[in-house]
C-alpha cells in the first residue's frame, strides 16, 4: 500500500512539473530561427529557440514555467503574440505575418482570447456608435419632448456594456485572461474617455491607483510601460488646468512609489521609464516631484546613473544658483556679465550636431537680447573636437575628460545636448527640453 502511495504522490509531482512546450509548424518560415519570448516589466526575455526543420516543424521547450503574455519571433522579424499558461500549445499556419492562416490548438486561454476579440471589435463600433449619438437625441428631444428613444439608447449601452462584463465574469479564475482581458479593455477605455467621455476620465484616473504594479500577471504582461505612459497621458490631456494635472500626476507618482517601495529594481526601472517620460513631455514640475520624493525614501536603493539624473532636479532645479565653471583661462562662469544658455553637448553626438545648426541661426537675434553661449564639449578626441568646434562663434570649452569632466559632474549630466538658461547672477531661470523653448523664453522676457 505504502509503494502504491508512493508512486501515485511521485506520478502526482511529475505532472504538475511537466515543462510546457510550444510546438507547431510554419510552412513559409523553413531554416529559420524561432524564438518564443515573454516579458519581465520593461523588458523581453528569452525563454526557448530552435531552428524550423525542413518540415516546417518547431519545439520550443522554457527552462522555466511562465504565465503571461508571450510572442514568437522569427529570423525575418515576423512575430505572433498568445498567451502562454498551459502545458502544450501548437501554433500551426504559414507565415507568422499572416495572421488569418495561424491557429493556435491545445489552449483554452488563446480560444477564449480570441473569442473576445471577435465579439468586442463588433461591441465596441455598436457602443462607440450609440454614445456618439446620445448627445444628438438629447437636443432632438427639446424640439419633440419625447425622451424614450433616449432611454433605449441608455438601455442598449448598457445591455451592451453588460454583456461583456458577463464574459469576463464567466472566465476561469485560474486562467491568465481573467485578469488579462479586464487590463485590456482599461487600455482601451483611457484613450476613448479622452476623445469622447470626458465624464469617466477621473474615475479612470483613481483606477490606475488600484492596480498592483508588483503583481506578476502585470509583469509578464507587456503592458506595464503602455499602462503607465496612457495613464500620464490622459491626465495631460483631460482639460484640467496646468495647477490639477500637475496635483494628480503627482498623486499618481507617489502612488507608484508606495506600491513599489518593497521592490527595488522595478522601483528603478518605473523612475527611469517615467522620468524619462516626463522630461521628454516637459512636464518638468511633474519630473520635478518624482526626483525630490525618490531622493527623500529612505528605503529606496538607486542605481548610480538615475540617481544622478534625479541629483539634478535636487541641486539644479530653478532658482538655484548654478554651480560655476572654471575655464582653463582661469576665467569663470560667473565672470559673464549677460544671461547664458549654458549647453553639454558633444561632437559624436547626433542631435548635438542638429541643434548647432539651429544654434546658429538664433545666435546673432540672441546676442542682441543680451543672451551669450557658453558651450562645453565632453569630448575625449581633441582632433574631433578642433574639427567640430574651430569656426562656432560662440565660447566653446573641453577638458577632454568626457563624462568625467567636473563640470559635467557639478551639472549631473547624463545626456547630451543638455541646456541651462542662466541670469546674469547664474541664477538657473530655466531648464529648457529644446532651443526653441529656448527662443520663445528669449522673445517673452528678453
Not at 445591455?159 to 482601451?188: A, D, G, M, T
Request: proline share 2%; net charge negative.
Amino acid at each position: 500500500m505504502k509503494k502504491s502511495i508512493s508512486f501515485l504522490f511521485a506520478f502526482f509531482l511529475i505532472l504538475n512539473n511537466q515543462a510546457q512546450n510550444v510546438s507547431g509548424n510554419l510552412t513559409e518560415h523553413i531554416g529559420q530561427e524561432i524564438i518564443l519570448k515573454g516579458y519581465n516589466g520593461f523588458e523581453t526575455i528569452n525563454l526557448s529557440k530552435a531552428i524550423v526543420d525542413h518540415l516546417g516543424n518547431f519545439n520550443l521547450k522554457p527552462e522555466k514555467k511562465y504565465s503571461g503574455i508571450g510572442y514568437l519571433e522569427t529570423s525575418d522579424k515576423s512575430t505572433f503574440l498568445f498567451v502562454i499558461n498551459e502545458e502544450d500549445i501548437i501554433i500551426e499556419g504559414v507565415h507568422l505575418k499572416n495572421n488569418k492562416s495561424i491557429v493556435v490548438k491545445n489552449s483554452k486561454e488563446n480560444s477564449i482570447l480570441n473569442q473576445y476579440i471577435f465579439q468586442n471589435n463588433i461591441r465596441e463600433k455598436v457602443l462607440y456608435g450609440w454614445k456618439f449619438l446620445l448627445p444628438y437625441y438629447k437636443e432632438v428631444i427639446v424640439v419633440n419632448g419625447d425622451e424614450k428613444y433616449i432611454q433605449f439608447i441608455k438601455q442598449e449601452i448598457a445591455r451592451l456594456e453588460q454583456q461583456e462584463n458577463n464574459f469576463f465574469e464567466n472566465i476561469e479564475e485560474s486562467l491568465y485572461v481573467k485578469w488579462y482581458l479586464p487590463i485590456r479593455k482599461y487600455l482601451n477605455n483611457i484613450s476613448y474617455a479622452a476623445k469622447y467621455d470626458s465624464q469617466n476620465v477621473s474615475q479612470l484616473i483613481l483606477d490606475f491607483r488600484e492596480i498592483n504594479f508588483n503583481d506578476s500577471s502585470l509583469l509578464n504582461s507587456g503592458l506595464v510601460d503602455d499602462l503607465i505612459e496612457s495613464h500620464y497621458w490622459l491626465i495631460e490631456n483631460s482639460g484640467e488646468s496646468l495647477d490639477n494635472v500637475y496635483e494628480e500626476m503627482n498623486s499618481s507618482t507617489a502612488y507608484l512609489i508606495k506600491c513599489l517601495d518593497s521592490n527595488g529594481p522595478l522601483l528603478n526601472d518605473v523612475t527611469h521609464f517615467l522620468f524619462n517620460y516626463l522630461e521628454k513631455k516637459s512636464l518638468f514640475k511633474a519630473s520635478e516631484f518624482l526626483a525630490l520624493k525618490m531622493l527623500t525614501q529612505n528605503q529606496c536603493i538607486l542605481n548610480d546613473n538615475l540617481t544622478n539624473q534625479l541629483e539634478s532636479y535636487r541641486k539644479l532645479k530653478v532658482g538655484n544658483v548654478a554651480p560655476d565653471i572654471t575655464f582653463e583661462n582661469n576665467t569663470k562662469l560667473s565672470d559673464i556679465n549677460a544671461n547664458i544658455l549654458l549647453v553639454f553637448g558633444a561632437s559624436w553626438c547626433p542631435n548635438c550636431k542638429e541643434d548647432a545648426l539651429k544654434l546658429l541661426s538664433y545666435y546673432d537675434a540672441w546676442r542682441e537680447k543680451d543672451l551669450e553661449i557658453v558651450y562645453i564639449a565632453l569630448d575625449t578626441d581633441k582632433e574631433a573636437f578642433n574639427t567640430a568646434y574651430k569656426n562656432a562663434p560662440w565660447q566653446t570649452y573641453c577638458d577632454f575628460k568626457g563624462w568625467d569632466s567636473k563640470s559635467a559632474k557639478d551639472y549631473h549630466i547624463s545626456g547630451t545636448p543638455t541646456y541651462f538658461l542662466l541670469d546674469k547672477n547664474t541664477k538657473i531661470l530655466v531648464r529648457p527640453a529644446s532651443l526653441e523653448q529656448v527662443d520663445a523664453w528669449v522673445n517673452y522676457k528678453l
